[in-house]
């Protein structure tokens, strides 16, 4: 009877914890990530930017650079828009670990960007590592802080990694 007592104890907390980080985990899937993808992928700017929290940090580790919200989202010049309108986009996230808490979150993963020109049939890809801090704000998560780099990655550990 202890023994089921104890494991009652040890087992019963830890589905309590397991269900509350997957709640959490489904609303920043849901309020953040899926808006991501899609915006990403459908070159919709404005949804975009709407993950993003105004107070966001940027770093972009290869290039050794890091923005705010106003650098980071400045007007893209419409010869840069016209490069990239015949490119289909896409954009896949893996992750190594999410950790949540009632208001803020941290998640490490990887992405895999995948890009087709419409016109010549050219295909590119890329995969990079991300580092990710997320925060509640009116209810809403939001991107704080997104780091990543494509230094030293490989394809295998972002195949390794969990899908969303």
């Not at 650098?71 to 490119?87: G, L």
């Amino acid at each position: 009877m202890k023994k089921i007592l104890v494991l009652t104890f040890i087992i019963f907390p830890a589905s309590i914890i397991f269900a509350q980080d997957n709640k959490t985990t489904q609303e920043i899937n849901t309020q953040v990530w899926i808006p991501f993808i899609k915006s990403f992928s459908s070159g919709d700017n404005e949804t975009f930017k709407s993950v993003h929290s105004k107070d966001v940090i940027r770093v972009m580790q290869d290039n050794k650079e890091i923005m705010g919200y106003d650098k980071y989202f400045k007007k893209v010049p419409d010869s840069i828009k016209a490069k990239w309108s015949d490119w289909k986009k896409s954009i896949e996230l893996r992750f190594t670990q999410r950790i949540a808490g009632d208001d803020k979150a941290f998640e490490v993963g990887y992405y895999k960007t995948s890009s087709t020109n419409l016109k010549t049939g050219e295909k590119r890809t890329g995969i990079g590592r991300f580092h990710v801090l997320l925060r509640k704000e009116n209810g809403v998560w939001k991107i704080l802080m997104d780091a990543d780099t494509a230094e030293g990655v490989l394809e295998e550990n972002f195949n390794k990694a969990s899908p969303m």
